[in-house]
């Protein structure tokens, strides 16, 4: 996509983290903002932001849980705007450090419906709009837990090998569209992702160590690199250097990493 001036993006959970930042970026270049989010206060705050900037913004308080409040969201937007033009599937959450005979079922069901199922209605309800436009993109936030298998993240790596997996065979079927399909691996980006987890156990030691990862990169480096990535056709966006790194282990030892990871892991007391 050659530039983002007037294009008309849609972002999910754009109430903080990399959704707030991806506002942010796209307002200084001159879109046309349709943001959502589950909780009004932070996308209040956002839209506060934006509109400083000087950019059109519009909010809609949105469940991405719910397949039935997408599909609304989407026919509401397609109403009152005709088009859009950006998909930024961002809307996620993490349920902290927990091994899978610990999980609750219940959480394990919360978040597949929030990191994938999200991902996934919300791209089906945009898909027809999106192909009628001269250039559109989806811009779909997988993890570097989407490369990589983590022990005790198996929901969360569940739901973003998914996205990873959807958004790579969506593409190839969009391959001679007008539509680019993006996939974005984010490393330790400092939002509030863990902080806003679903913590079984609270450990304060972990949560110092766990946060200092997260503070290798800032949300809006994260958001340029995002949509430098989709400037560029760069349909694979990996974000930091420990997304770079671990992406090249996985590749060239994908049976042995696992091992190695977890070892690492023990050393620094995870």
């Not at 996934?120 to 811009?139: G, Y």
């Amino acid at each position: 996509m050659k530039n983002f001036k007037n294009k008309k993006a849609v972002i999910t959970g754009a109430g903080s983290g990399i959704g707030q930042a991806l506002a942010v970026q796209l307002a200084k270049k001159g879109a046309i903002l349709i943001l959502s989010d589950k909780n009004a206060d932070t996308l209040a705050d956002t839209e506060k932001l934006v509109k400083t900037i000087g950019a059109e913004c519009h909010c809609y308080t949105v469940d991405v849980s719910q397949e039935d409040a997408i599909n609304q969201f989407a026919k509401d937007v397609i109403k009152q705007h005709q088009h859009i033009d950006l998909l930024f599937n961002n809307a996620g959450f993490a349920l902290g450090k927990i091994s899978l005979k610990d999980v609750k079922m219940e959480d394990f069901h919360k978040i597949v419906d929030v990191n994938l199922w999200g991902v996934i209605n919300h791209t089906k309800a945009f898909i027809d709009v999106l192909l009628s436009r001269p250039e559109a993109a989806i811009i779909n936030i997988s993890s570097l837990f989407g490369i990589i298998g983590v022990p005790d993240q198996v929901p969360y790596c569940t739901t973003k090998f998914a996205v990873r997996g959807f958004t790579e065979a969506l593409r190839g079927e969009l391959l001679e569209t007008n539509v680019q399909v993006h996939c974005v691996h984010p490393g330790g980006i400092n939002t509030n992702i863990y902080k806003n987890a679903v913590h079984y156990k609270q450990d304060a030691n972990v949560d110092r160590k766990f946060q200092k990862m997260l503070e290798r990169t800032t949300p809006e480096e994260a958001a340029k690199t995002i949509l430098r990535g989709v400037e560029r056709k760069t349909l694979r966006i990996l974000i930091g250097s420990d997304a770079e790194l671990l992406d090249k282990l996985a590749r060239s030892l994908p049976e042995s990493y696992t091992s190695i990871l977890q070892r690492g892991m023990k050393k620094i007391g995870f």
